[in-house]
């Protein structure tokens, strides 16, 4: 178990596959271009989920910003998403008494929502 900021965080097998995923194709484009890889789009990617993973989330995972409203209807109200950029979200849940966040998936190409 990783602990960041006083919280657990815990990982979804399908966030670990993207994650997977992502860091194998960022790694491709380091290889073949050591020093233009961190403009790759899936560098970037990675990067910033992993700081918002493993800082800005826990650092306050009840943030206003990160909360949905009905946009998923009120059943999936605790679910929170933080952005990353227009285009994707980080899913994730949490729970202040056992200081845990669960970060679930994120949508990718295939999840993404169209604007309106």
Not at 25 to 36: H, S, T, W
Not at 75 to 87: E, N, S, T
């Amino acid at each position: 178990m990783i602990q960041r900021h006083g919280w657990n965080l815990l990982f979804h097998d399908c966030l670990i596959a993207q994650l997977q995923k992502l860091d194998a194709a960022a790694a491709r484009v380091r290889a073949q271009d050591p020093e233009r890889y961190e403009s790759n789009a899936n560098t970037k990617l990675f990067a910033a989920l992993a700081n918002l993973i493993f800082e800005t989330v826990p650092g306050d995972p009840n943030r206003e910003e990160y909360r949905q409203g009905n946009t998923m209807g009120p059943g999936f109200r605790h679910w929170r998403r933080a952005k990353i950029g227009r285009r994707f979200r980080l899913f994730f849940r949490f729970d202040s008494k056992t200081r845990i966040i669960i970060f679930a998936w994120v949508n990718d190409e295939n999840t993404l929502r169209s604007a309106d």
